[in-house]
């Protein structure tokens, strides 16, 4: 008997879970860690919503098994959010699946549409699930640029050109997780067009699709004409409604890849608690409000970041979008690596980041921080770098001015 699984052997250690350890390590000893670490939100969903969920709990037939594709109310619900947020019209029970998260939703749709072998381009530094899904379902990663920058089509053509067998998924995700990079509709007219032109599928995710902060809203690559023919889109109630442990996302855009996510799917859930999903629903159709509100707090939580850490010493590049801020490792310290930074700040600063590592080779050099405390505890963080800064010799009074 052997303990040498195969996909557990494509899996590299979990950087965060080191990470992690020593939080909770720090915590049990009494330590006040400021936690900026994990993108968790920590405003609690409307009240409305919140009410819906209690109000169909409450009813006795409530508890029996859910559809797994998602109920009809909620897989309309996020049909009409498309048709008022993007202007895209999309078929409820066709082009719309409701998934345990987007994260879920990914790894069952790698499962879905791969086999051993296959070739898939994804971005690195990424979301790890945009690799490890496909990792798990025994396919190949070719990295490409996470930066959607003049070169990104020329590294694609190059990708295509030069890999054996040739790639049949494109994996991107636009506001990023974790460089908070954003793109345009021109960009997705190029995606789509490459797509067709070397027949291949595109996964896209748009998980952080309402919090944007300099520019216009996030675009849709399915408002693209033709975009539903090559591409799916994955989108979640974790980050816009402040629904992360509720677990619901959705897959929306080309039938085939719909019908084959809802196929897999069939075999491994009966879908989230029915009064989850009718909250949902509630989230969906009820006032948005909210939505402008969290992106308004995460403004604010990232001007304080950037001016606080600023005058500690700490240069933070001004994130245009999503809940992040992705920071080089001051240049003093980038010998240390991203890892061991993290676990220094840690210790030394009570500040837990997420190391850069954890998003694929490319992320050496950097560290993600989430905008998931107040102001108040941000600026206590940043007086804790300093402190840290000062007693590794950085030089921060240059830089407080």
């Known amino acids: 008997m052997t303990d040498e699984f195969y996909r557990i052997r494509r899996l590299p250690p979990y950087v965060f879970a080191e990470v992690n350890a020593m939080k909770a390590a720090a915590r049990a000893r009494g330590e006040d860690i400021v936690d900026l670490g994990m993108g968790n939100p920590d405003s609690p969903p409307p009240a409305h919503v919140i009410a819906k969920l209690a109000e169909v709990a409450a009813k006795p037939d409530a508890h029996g098994y859910s559809a797994s594709k998602g109920i009809p109310g909620l897989r309309k619900a996020q049909a009409a959010y498309y048709a008022r947020r993007f202007g895209v019209e999309v078929d409820p029970e066709t082009e719309v699946v409701v998934t345990l998260g987007s994260k879920e939703g990914l790894a069952n749709l790698a499962q879905a549409i791969t086999a051993p072998g296959d070739v898939i381009l994804a971005p690195n530094p990424s979301y790890p699930i945009h690799m490890f899904g496909f990792i798990i379902a025994g396919c190949t990663i070719r990295s490409i640029p996470a930066s959607p920058g ?29 460089t908070a990079e954003t793109v345009d509709l021109a960009f997705y007219e190029q995606v789509v067009a490459f797509a067709k032109a070397h027949n291949i599928w595109v996964i896209s995710d748009l998980a952080y699709a309402e919090i944007y902060f300099d520019g216009p809203p996030t675009p849709s690559i399915l408002q693209v004409p033709g975009g539903k023919d090559v591409a799916v889109e994955f989108t979640s109630m974790s980050k816009t409604y402040s629904m992360a442990g509720w677990r619901i996302g959705f897959a929306v855009g080309n039938k085939t890849l719909i019908a084959a996510l809802t196929r897999v799917k069939s075999y491994l859930d009966y879908g989230a608690f029915t009064p989850i999903q009718a909250a949902a629903v509630a989230a969906l159709n009820g006032p948005q409000d909210c939505i402008a509100e969290h992106r308004e707090l995460y403004r604010r939580r990232r001007d304080v970041l950037i001016e606080s850490f600023g005058r500690a010493g700490w240069d933070i590049p001004v994130p245009r979008a999503s809940m992040f801020a992705w920071t ?69 009074a240059a830089k407080a001015g």
């Open 328 to 396: 080089p490792i001051p240049p003093a310290l980038r010998h240390l690596g991203s890892l061991e930074f993290t676990k220094q700040l840690l210790t030394h600063a009570q500040v837990a980041v997420a190391p850069g590592t954890g998003f694929g080779e490319e992320g050496e050099g950097f560290v993600r921080i989430a905008l998931v405390e107040n102001e108040h505890r941000i600026r206590q963080a940043a007086r804790g770098v300093k402190r840290y800064l000062q007693s590794m010799g950085v030089n921060t």
């Open 150 to 178: 003049p070169d990104f089509f020329v590294k694609l053509e190059h990708a295509m050109a030069y890999t054996v067998p040739k790639p049949t998924v494109l994996v991107m995700g636009y506001p990023s997780n974790p």
